[in-house]
């Protein structure tokens, strides 16, 4: 071996090691070295980005507005917190802001699942879902979406019987989900929300995509301490670069999360502009119906 002048070589030196699930030859990311921009020449759809232009003027205004001190500043997100809770009518203390609904999930692997613990989650699904039961250590179980007539169709019963059975620590259920599209009937929440609070499991509802799809679990959470709703501001709001999102649960599971928050869990600029734009919900919606319209014509 070549070393650089004054390097230390000694063979008795031990290989630097991360963690046991982070050696693993499976855990393998996307190559950020010689990754490129997609073209701008197309439209890309791949990633559920909301690309609105109507929308676009709005944020285009929320931007200009903003001080320039967002730059040089740590955040203060409380009064954002206390704003955003009221909007979705839920105490501030039952909410954590994170760096997109990814955060939220991160967050919730990180304060709940340690090596050996199951987690069910869904196949296929949003891509973070696997890698961070990889990350984490954990004994996944995914549950396949089965081929139907009427499209891909989620096993439930299965899903109940893992619960059950296995009692995991952790059952991911985006609703919708990505990229099947599917959702879960009412009723089926329901018993799996009974389930998992019977065996002590978290229920990770992610709604990433709300309000495109707008049934949501947040209003349970008061029943189903174990229940924790993850959201985006990515999607129907169009924000997906400023990295915003919260989690939602009971104040005794927030606040789980609130303990493994880095210094800053979101930045100023991402504070400020949400704090501006959730002035703009009616903005959002008359988004979120033209592109539900424009649907129609693919
Ligand atoms: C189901 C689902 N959950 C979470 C995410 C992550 O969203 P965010 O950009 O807010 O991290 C996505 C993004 O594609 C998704 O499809």
Redesign the pocket.
């Known amino acids: 071996m070549k070393a650089a002048e004054g390097a230390i070589v000694d063979a008795r030196i031990p290989p630097i090691l991360p963690r046991i699930p982070i050696q693993s030859d499976k855990l393998v990311r996307p190559d950020w070295v010689s990754s490129k921009p997609r073209s701008s020449r197309l439209l890309w759809l791949d990633?559920?980005e909301n690309l609105d232009s109507e929308l676009q003027k709005v944020t285009q205004r929320v931007l200009a507005s903003l001080d320039p001190t967002v730059l040089c500043t740590y955040p203060d997100s409380g009064p954002l917190c206390r704003k955003l809770a009221k909007a979705m009518t839920v105490d501030p203390e039952m909410l954590v802001l994170t760096a997109?609904?990814?955060?939220a999930?991160r967050s919730t692997f990180e304060a709940f699942v340690a090596e050996g613990d199951t987690v069910v989650h869904t196949v296929p699904?949003?891509a973070m879902y696997p890698v961070y039961c990889q990350i984490f250590g954990a004994n996944a179980i995914g549950v396949e979406y089965q081929r139907t007539e009427s499209g891909p169709q989620l096993d439930i019963e299965r899903l109940l019987w893992l619960v059950e059975n296995k009692k995991p620590k952790l059952v991911c259920l985006?609703n919708p989900?990505?990229p099947t599209g599917t959702t879960i009937a009412d009723r089926d929440m329901e018993r799996l929300l009974v389930a998992t609070a019977v065996t002590g499991s978290i229920l990770l509802v992610?709604e990433?995509?709300y309000p495109f799809y707008p049934k949501s679990v947040v209003g349970l959470i008061k029943y189903y301490p174990n229940l924790i709703v993850?959201r985006?501001f990515?999607k129907a709001w169009g924000l997906?670069g400023l990295r915003i999102?919260c989690a939602v649960g009971s104040k005794e599971t927030i606040l789980f999360l609130h303990k493994i928050r880095p210094m800053y869990e979101v930045n100023t600029v991402a504070v400020a502009f949400l704090e501006k734009m959730l002035d703009h919900e009616v903005d959002v919606l008359e988004s979120v119906n033209r592109l539900n319209e424009g649907k129609r014509y693919f």
């Open positions: 990633k559920n997109g609904s990814d955060g999930i699904t949003f985006p989900d990505s992610d990433a995509y993850a985006t990515a997906a999102g």
